[in-house]
Structures are given as C-alpha cells and as structure tokens.
C-alpha cells in the first residue's frame, strides 16, 4: 500500500490530481500541498462544494460532477477519516485507478475495499513530502 516504489511511479506518472477537501484558505494543509504541486507542473482538478474556485481552477462540487472529458490520473484526499468510503466509492465510479489519502487519513477498509477493486492505494503519506523525496 505504500511501497516507495509504487509512490515514486505514481508521481512520474499521474499528472492530473483531483483534489478532494480542497480549501480556499491559504494557512490551511490542503491548500499548501497543492499550490506546491501546481508549482511542480500537475494540474489541479480541486473538488469542494463551498467553493467555486480555489488556486485558479473552477472546483467541483464531487468527484462525481467532474466532466468525463477530464481525465483524473490520481484522487487526493483531504477529508476525515469517516468520509472517505464515500470518496473511494466516487473515485471507482469514475473510473479513477489510484488514490491518496494524505496524512492522517486513514480508512483501512476503504483502502482493502478500493485495492481490491484494482485500484493503487496511498495511506497516511504526505504527498508535498513524498514528491519532496522522490521527484
């Protein structure tokens, strides 16, 4: 689940994150791991349904609400531990293959649930850090 190899691929590969819990506030995490990653070349897809827009991109009410024309390459999760079943029932629903759930968010059944699934799971792991280490 967080094997250093499979983060790093995830990295190289996934250039189009979908941000879930994304706040418009600057001080809060979620805000400050993803304009790091902006600054790194992924684009952002931010989901919130209080906002319109964060970090200059229009933001999504759910994954579910996304236009299938865009193409999420990774779900990144910066919600409580008790919403992510629902999120990695969205992200399978659209089709997404992987997901991380930053640190902190831990669901060990959503997880099992969405590996099992087939899809690349991430737990507990910063991702501004684990980009910091690898990339």
Known sequence: MNDPTEIKRLLECCKTIAVVGLSANP???????TRYMQ???????????????????????????IPSSTSIDLVN???RPDAVSLVVEQTMQIGVRAIWMQEGV??????????????TVVMDRCLLKEHSKYI
């Open 77 to 79: 999760v910066f919600r």
């Open 106 to 119: 831990v669901d060990a059944t959503a997880a099992r649930k969405a590996e099992s699934a087939g899809l």
């Open 39 to 65: 600054t790194q070349g992924y684009r952002i897809v931010p989901v919130n349904p209080n906002h319109q827009a964060v970090l200059g991109e229009f933001c999504y009410p759910s994954l579910l609400e």
């Open 27 to 33: 001080s809060r995490p979620s805000n400050a791991v």
